[in-house]
């Protein structure tokens, strides 16, 4: 059993920072992609940031120097640091991960971006 258990999300000024994490557990024979999505009230999910296992990285334009994704594949954990984020970037954002045959998401954590 696969489980992708997310953290990290919250209330945050403009201009602020957020980090969200992605734990995956179980059992795991090799992690192919892990990235994250997001999906606005009344919009489609979106790929926000994704990482093969060789190590590209792929942004929506409209992240493109303000989230950086990264893995820490000791502790088969993504991370997407998120800078300068602005009312848009508000969201429900999910972990996507693509392990041995399967494609997995974690539950969702909310990004609120609001003075």
């Known amino acids: 059993q696969v489980q992708l258990v997310e953290s990290g999300g919250g209330l945050v000024q403009p201009g602020g920072s957020l980090t969200l994490s992605c734990a995956v557990s179980?059992?795991?024979?090799?992690?192919?992609?892990m990235g994250w999505y997001r999906q606005a009230p009344g919009k489609q999910r979106e790929l926000v940031a994704g990482m093969i296992s060789g190590g590209s990285t792929n942004y929506a334009d409209s992240v493109k120097g303000r989230f950086t994704i990264f893995r820490d594949n000791a502790k088969n954990t993504v991370i997407l640091q998120m800078n300068s984020l602005k009312p848009e970037d508000t969201a429900v954002y999910y972990c996507n991960a693509v392990i041995d045959f399967g494609d997995y998401w974690g539950q969702g954590t909310q990004v609120t971006v609001s003075s």
């Open positions: 179980g059992n795991i024979f090799r992690i192919y992609a």
